[in-house]
């Protein structure tokens, strides 16, 4: 293959980035991507098995998911590194069983190094240094911008980490040998201050600095350099220099003039005092401490969005900071400075250092930093991002004992800084609202949101406390509010005049409640609006645009979804909207993270509402109708594929955007579009049935069924696919009346189309809904009809589920041998179509004909497989039913623990959807496991609640009952009496479904 006549430049040493002309590729998609493309340049010379990679890259992945990782990582790589117009495997290779680079195709910094480091080796240690080892040392060492790939910690990259390392250092210290040699004092000194960055920890390397500091006539700055390795070695190796560099630095106390420099900054410049109690951040705290006290770094940016707490944190972290630099800890707000020009003048003060003719203010509080170990913080510098950096830059080699520590609403972009990002304190979620009150209340006291809540309310009300009352809303409150510390001081303070429930009917104007009273605070905290316009107005007018249109998305959006409904222009494209949210991310403006291979970004609702204000009539109109065409599309896309081998990855995608399609479908709705509105409720049908949606698509539904205009006639079609939609959500929610009209009228539509497919389709939920009523001879009958029509249209997937429908229905009638071979057959047929809910549901139900059978081995097997598959999926439906037969099967085989763990989960997820024919079953089964254990009179309560919810819905327990009720309130009278019996029996006919859930849940003994 002809070598391509632009090469790519792979660079590893500090960072990860790929060039090609002025092109330059430094984001990826995944950390793993740029692992990927690292491991493959650094080892250029032979092609890589996709297992070893897959082992790599991905050891705790299993091959599968792991060798979809790499196909993906693969296929992006491609798109970035071969471009429109070059040749497919010009630079990446890759087929079935490896992967690789083409080798002419690229260099890598590493190999320039290494060449470098070669040219530049002596044939002898002793061996003078002439002008060409000279240049190819010079040159490995602007190579080297910083270690192997940071932030990776792959084995490979760890060792060959410390392998570059150990070439590096000694190319240094030829040079610094070789300079000293020549008395060029200047280089001399910024090798070996290189090398000692690099190591600091090398006694050695700070012998080579003091001495040429010496040598060069710097006595003073000498000592202060032993100060500090005297420091460093005992606190991070309990050692202390050895009797050379103690002899060096005795030379150099009786040599060492009166030095004519700025006094040392005054210890302990007052950090400002916090009246109020801290909550939270431990954990970037720690990792503060951690990179500061024993990782070596001197420039640390805690990055936020406005209001995160950032400077609270800063004033935290510099507390706690303080022992270890001995109270020298400076603090210099600089919110009210405009100019970066006068940071050194602000610091000289702040200093209190005398004003001097002879050297400017950089240097003066340079020298008075460099006295001792120093920490400084620079508080809230977002503002000042363009000139502050090289000055910040300056002051860091000036003073070389100096550690910064900057708050920011977005980095610097410095050599050698590490950022801490500063998120929203964690707010409640909703889980908590299924864990039963006194749990709930006592995992509310851990979260930070709500311990800020409770005590800034607490300041301007003693009495206010987190009681059970108030807890749920107290939650909502820190949820809606986002976490976001400055919101939740706003609203706490109302605390006085308001209830958690009323401010919560207040927060759908959040900004007008979100307003402080206090003179004591910078104007731009005294209002979220005015914190949230700080951020917005530091923006150029291209990004206030982008992000005001951003705020159409919710739950978070992809860069496609991006590109197609906020971009006006074509040609900006992809890559100038991806460029458009970095940015913002890096202003603290926009969360990234990964979800499904794929990178999702979001941002906080506050932040939405603020950016949703900022809509005008000429944004707001043609911007929410491409967002609700861009979901449309992609509802109709997944459609196909939801009874499909791809269903997983297509069910995960809706997930994910689950939020948007709802905001698409709301406005839709509001601009009465009952034609795509339907088109787009058909389309989410079997989303909506799978992932245990089935109350918000019956409400969806019944929205659009209730707009003023309909469908016209000639779109029948449409009209009958919504309502079979709607039968089926009805169905779910065990409205059976309802259900069965909807179907009728369906099916009516289907006849007057001559439609085969859909009939069946209308049949088959006919013939389930009369299964449930246990009217199985017409139940039979509808379905028999169904897999016709769907066979004769030649519609597998139709067949497959009316055989399924067939098989349950035998299982009702308690005919074993033809349930097996109809639920065999559907579970045959759905494997074929690759629909793996569906053929997970077949194996359950295959579980139960075990059951029956008394095979309680066979059947926990296969009950456990369709579990796994169903869970794998997503679908909460059949996830709680398969819990619910697993809590059976463990019931009968005296596995009371594990059935009553199987049934917790059931129940749980039972509740969560709404799905009362399952909470009916579980209640009866938590009932039977009561009995099991001799608990007669709670089982008596637990059987007669779910035999009243059994009659409201409608339902059959069969082929359970009669025969296992008989048997356990048979047992049950014998063990209570005649009047027990009927006391427990009436008290459990009065419980509501979640009541009787909640007593098998807490009364097990």
């Given at each position: 293959?002809?070598?391509?006549?632009?090469?790519?430049?792979?660079?590893?040493?500090?960072?990860?980035?790929?060039?090609?002309?002025?092109?330059?590729?430094?984001?990826?998609?995944?950390?793993?991507?740029?692992?990927?493309?690292?491991?493959?340049?650094?080892?250029?010379?032979?092609?890589?098995?996709?297992?070893?990679?897959?082992?790599?890259?991905?050891?705790?992945?299993?091959?599968?998911?792991?060798?979809?990782?790499?196909?993906?990582?693969?296929?992006?790589?491609?798109?970035?590194?071969?471009?429109?117009?070059?040749?497919?495997?010009?630079?990446?290779?890759?087929?079935?069983?490896?992967?690789?680079?083409?080798?002419?195709?690229?260099?890598?910094?590493?190999?320039?190094?290494?060449?470098?480091?070669?040219?530049?080796?002596?044939?002898?240690?002793?061996?003078?240094?002439?002008?060409?080892?000279?240049?190819?040392?010079?040159?490995?060492?602007?190579?080297?911008?910083?270690?192997?790939?940071?932030?990776?910690?792959?084995?490979?990259?760890?060792?060959?980490?410390?392998?570059?390392?150990?070439?590096?250092?000694?190319?240094?210290?030829?040079?610094?040998?070789?300079?000293?040699?020549?008395?060029?004092?200047?280089?001399?000194?910024?090798?070996?201050?290189?090398?000692?960055?690099?190591?600091?920890?090398?006694?050695?390397?700070?012998?080579?600095?003091?001495?040429?500091?010496?040598?060069?006539?710097?006595?003073?700055?000498?000592?202060?350099q032993f100060k500090e390795m005297e420091r460093l070695l005992a606190k991070e190796l309990g050692d202390e220099p050895s009797a050379a560099s103690r002899q060096l630095i005795a030379d150099l106390r009786r040599i060492a003039p009166s030095p004519r420099t700025a006094p040392a900054?005054?210890?302990?410049?007052?950090?400002?005092?916090?009246?109020?109690?801290?909550?939270?951040?431990?954990?970037?705290?720690?990792?503060?401490?951690?990179?500061?006290?024993?990782?070596?770094?001197?420039?640390?940016?805690?990055?936020?969005?406005?209001?995160?707490?950032?400077?609270?944190?800063?004033?935290?972290?510099?507390?706690?900071?303080?022992?270890?630099?001995?109270?020298?800890?400076?603090?210099?707000?600089?919110?009210?400075?405009?100019?970066?020009?006068?940071?050194?003048?602000?610091?000289?003060?702040?200093?209190?250092?005398?004003?001097?003719?002879?050297?400017?203010?950089?240097?003066?509080?340079?020298?008075?930093?460099?006295?001792?170990?120093?920490?400084?913080?620079?508080?809230?510098?977002?503002?000042?991002?363009?000139?502050?950096?090289?000055?910040?830059?300056t002051l860091l080699e000036l003073a070389p004992s100096l550690t910064i520590l900057v708050t920011s609403r977005q980095r610097l972009n410095l050599d050698g800084e590490r950022e801490i990002d500063v998120p929203p304190l964690a707010a409640p979620t909703e889980e908590l609202s299924?864990?039963?009150?006194?749990?709930?209340?006592?995992?509310?006291?851990?979260?930070?949101?709500?311990?800020?809540?409770?005590?800034?309310?607490?300041?301007?009300?003693?009495?206010?406390?987190?009681?059970?009352?108030?807890?749920?809303?107290?939650?909502?409150?820190?949820?809606?509010?986002?976490?976001?510390?400055?919101?939740?001081?706003?609203?706490?303070?109302?605390?006085?005049?308001?209830?958690?429930?009323?401010?919560?009917?207040?927060?759908?104007?959040?900004?007008?409640?979100?307003?402080?009273?206090?003179?004591?605070?910078?104007?731009?905290?005294?209002?979220?609006?005015?914190?949230?316009?700080?951020?917005?107005?530091?923006?150029?007018?291209?990004?206030?645009?982008?992000?005001?249109?951003?705020?159409?998305?919710?739950?978070?959006?992809?860069?496609?979804?991006?590109?197609?409904?906020?971009?006006?222009?074509?040609?900006?494209?992809?890559?100038?909207?991806?460029?458009?949210?970095?940015?913002?991310?890096?202003?603290?403006?926009?969360?990234?993270?990964?979800?499904?291979?794929?990178?999702?970004?979001?941002?906080?609702?506050?932040?939405?509402?603020?950016?949703?204000?900022?809509?005008?009539?000429?944004?707001?109109?043609?911007?929410?109708?491409?967002?609700?065409?861009?979901?449309?599309?992609?509802?109709?896309?997944?459609?196909?594929?939801?009874?499909?081998?791809?269903?997983?990855?297509?069910?995960?995608?809706?997930?994910?955007?689950?939020?948007?399609?709802?905001?698409?479908?709301?406005?839709?709705?509001?601009?009465?579009?009952?034609?795509?509105?339907?088109?787009?409720?058909?389309?989410?049908?079997?989303?909506?049935?799978?992932?245990?949606?089935?109350?918000?698509?019956?409400?969806?539904?019944?929205?659009?069924?209730?707009?003023?205009?309909?469908?016209?006639?000639?779109?029948?079609?449409?009209?009958?696919?919504?309502?079979?939609?709607?039968?089926?959500?009805?169905?779910?929610?065990?409205?059976?009346?309802?259900?069965?009209?909807?179907?009728?009228?369906?099916?009516?539509?289907?006849?007057?189309?001559?439609?085969?497919?859909?009939?069946?389709?209308?049949?088959?939920?006919?013939?389930?809904?009369?299964?449930?009523?246990?009217?199985?001879?017409?139940?039979?009958?509808?379905?028999?009809?169904?897999?016709?029509?769907?066979?004769?249209?030649?519609?597998?997937?139709?067949?497959?589920?009316?055989?399924?429908?067939?098989?349950?229905?035998?299982?009702?009638?308690?005919?074993?041998?033809?349930?097996?071979?109809?639920?065999?057959?559907?579970?045959?047929?759905?494997?074929?179509?690759?629909?793996?809910?569906?053929?997970?549901?077949?194996?359950?139900?295959?579980?139960?004909?075990?059951?029956?059978?008394?095979?309680?081995m066979a059947a926990r097997d296969l009950l456990g497989q369709a579990l796994s598959e169903h869970q794998k999926l997503g679908d909460r439906h059949r996830v709680a039913i398969s819990q619910l037969n697993l809590g059976t099967v463990n019931r009968l085989d005296g596995q009371y623990?594990?059935?009553?763990?199987?049934?917790?989960?059931?129940?749980?997820?039972?509740?969560?959807?709404?799905?009362?024919?399952?909470?009916?079953?579980?209640?009866?089964?938590?009932?039977?496991?009561?009995?099991?254990?001799?608990?007669?009179?709670?089982?008596?309560?637990?059987?007669?609640?779910?035999?009243?919810?059994?009659?409201?819905?409608?339902?059959?327990?069969?082929?359970?009952?009669?025969?296992?009720?008989?048997?356990?309130?048979?047992?049950?009278?014998?063990?209570?009496?005649?009047?027990?019996?009927?006391?427990?029996?009436?008290?459990?006919?009065?419980?509501?479904?979640?009541?009787?859930?909640?007593?098998?849940?807490?009364?097990?003994?």
């Amino acid at each position: 293959m002809d070598s391509p006549q632009a090469h790519w430049r792979f660079e590893l040493l500090g960072a990860m980035r790929g060039r090609l002309g002025d092109h330059v590729l430094e984001r990826f998609q995944t950390q793993k991507t740029a692992a990927l493309l690292a491991y493959l340049a650094y080892y250029p010379e032979r092609r890589h098995t996709r297992e070893s990679l897959v082992d790599i890259l991905w050891p705790n992945a299993d091959l599968d998911a792991g060798r979809n990782r790499l196909s993906q990582a693969v296929g992006w790589l491609r798109a970035q590194l071969e471009p429109p117009g070059s040749p497919r495997g010009g630079v990446l290779l890759a087929d079935r069983q490896s992967v690789g680079l083409n080798p002419p195709s690229f260099v890598t910094d590493v190999s320039q190094f290494e060449a470098a480091i070669h040219a530049g080796a002596a044939s002898e240690d002793s061996a003078p240094m002439d002008e060409r080892r000279r240049a190819a040392l010079q040159q490995a060492v602007a190579l080297y911008h910083g270690d192997l790939l940071p932030g990776h910690y792959d084995d490979w990259a760890l060792a060959e980490r410390a392998r570059l390392l150990g070439l590096y250092l000694p190319a240094l210290r030829r040079l610094i040998e070789d300079y000293e040699r020549r008395q060029e004092w200047d280089r001399a000194l910024d090798y070996a201050r290189r090398a000692l960055a690099a190591d600091p920890l090398a006694e050695e390397l700070h012998g080579d600095l003091m001495r040429l500091l010496a040598a060069s006539g710097q006595p003073a700055a000498a000592l202060r350099q032993f100060k500090e390795m005297e420091r460093l070695l005992a606190k991070e190796l309990g050692d202390e220099p050895s009797a050379a560099s103690r002899q060096l630095i005795a030379d150099l106390r009786r040599i060492a003039p009166s030095p004519r420099t700025a006094p040392a900054a005054k210890r302990g410049a007052a950090l400002p005092l916090q009246m109020t109690r801290f909550f939270g951040r431990e954990t970037e705290i720690a990792q503060v401490r951690a990179l500061i006290e024993t990782g070596g770094a001197r420039l640390v940016t805690l990055a936020g969005m406005g209001g995160a707490g950032k400077t609270r944190m800063a004033i935290e972290t510099a507390t706690r900071l303080s022992a270890h630099f001995q109270d020298a800890v400076f603090f210099a707000p600089l919110a009210d400075l405009n100019d970066a020009r006068l940071i050194p003048s602000v610091l000289a003060d702040l200093l209190t250092l005398p004003a001097s003719g002879d050297s400017m203010p950089l240097e003066r509080v340079a020298s008075a930093l460099s006295a001792r170990p120093s920490l400084l913080v620079l508080d809230n510098l977002e503002h000042l991002i363009d000139e502050a950096p090289p000055l910040i830059r300056t002051l860091l080699e000036l003073a070389p004992s100096l550690t910064i520590l900057v708050t920011s609403r977005q980095r610097l972009n410095l050599d050698g800084e590490r950022e801490i990002d500063v998120p929203p304190l964690a707010a409640p979620t909703e889980e908590l609202s299924a864990a039963p009150p006194d749990a709930a209340l006592e995992r509310l006291t851990r979260i930070d949101s709500v311990r800020l809540f409770v005590d800034r309310a607490q300041s301007v009300r003693p009495s206010f406390a987190l009681t059970p009352q108030n807890a749920e809303d107290i939650a909502r409150l820190c949820a809606r509010l986002d976490g976001l510390p400055l919101a939740i001081e706003l609203c706490a303070a109302w605390a006085q005049t308001l209830t958690p429930a009323q401010m919560l009917a207040h927060l759908t104007r959040r900004f007008d409640l979100l307003v402080s009273r206090r003179t004591d605070i910078t104007p731009r905290h005294r209002t979220l609006r005015a914190t949230l316009e700080y951020s917005y107005l530091l923006l150029p007018p291209d990004l206030q645009d982008f992000f005001i249109r951003l705020s159409v998305f919710r739950g978070g959006w992809t860069l496609d979804a991006a590109t197609a409904i906020c971009r006006d222009v074509p040609e900006q494209g992809a890559l100038s909207t991806l460029e458009a949210i970095t940015e913002m991310h890096e202003r603290s403006l926009v969360a990234a993270e990964e979800v499904n291979g794929e990178m999702r970004y979001r941002m906080l609702e506050t932040l939405r509402e603020f950016a949703v204000e900022q809509w005008t009539m000429a944004v707001e109109g043609p911007l929410q109708q491409r967002h609700a065409e861009f979901f449309l599309a992609l509802a109709e896309q997944a459609e196909p594929h939801l009874a499909s081998p791809e269903q997983a990855a297509w069910f995960a995608r809706l997930e994910a955007e689950h939020d948007n399609l709802r905001a698409a479908l709301d406005w839709l709705i509001a601009r009465q579009d009952e034609d795509k509105g339907l088109r787009m409720a058909v389309a989410l049908s079997k989303f909506w049935e799978m992932r245990g949606y089935l109350r918000e698509a019956q409400q969806w539904l019944e929205r659009l069924r209730n707009l003023p205009s309909h469908v016209p006639q000639d779109n029948l079609r449409l009209r009958a696919r919504a309502l079979n939609a709607y039968a089926v959500s009805l169905q779910g929610l065990t409205d059976l009346t309802q259900a069965e009209i909807y179907a009728r009228e369906a099916l009516a539509a289907w006849r007057t189309l001559d439609d085969a497919s859909g009939m069946a389709g209308s049949l088959e939920i006919l013939g389930e809904i009369a299964m449930m009523h246990e009217d199985y001879g017409p139940a039979v009958r509808l379905l028999e009809e169904a897999r016709s029509l769907a066979h004769g249209a030649g519609d597998q997937v139709m067949t497959a589920s009316a055989v399924h429908s067939l098989g349950r229905i035998a299982l009702a009638r308690e005919n074993w041998t033809e349930a097996w071979s109809n639920l065999s057959e559907s579970l045959r047929l759905h494997r074929t179509l690759g629909d793996q809910n569906k053929a997970a549901a077949a194996l359950n139900n295959l579980g139960l004909v075990a059951r029956y059978r008394g095979e309680l081995m066979a059947a926990r097997d296969l009950l456990g497989q369709a579990l796994s598959e169903h869970q794998k999926l997503g679908d909460r439906h059949r996830v709680a039913i398969s819990q619910l037969n697993l809590g059976t099967v463990n019931r009968l085989d005296g596995q009371y623990g594990d059935a009553l763990a199987a049934l917790t989960q059931a129940t749980t997820l039972a509740l969560e959807i709404d799905d009362r024919r399952v909470q009916a079953w579980c209640i009866k089964e938590i009932g039977h496991l009561a009995c099991a254990e001799g608990r007669f009179e709670q089982g008596m309560r637990l059987l007669s609640a779910s035999e009243s919810l059994r009659k409201a819905l409608g339902i059959s327990f069969s082929p359970a009952d009669p025969d296992e009720l008989d048997r356990d309130t048979a047992l049950g009278k014998a063990a209570l009496g005649d009047a027990g019996f009927a006391a427990a029996w009436t008290a459990g006919g009065a419980l509501s479904a979640t009541d009787a859930i909640e007593e098998g849940r807490a009364n097990r003994v």
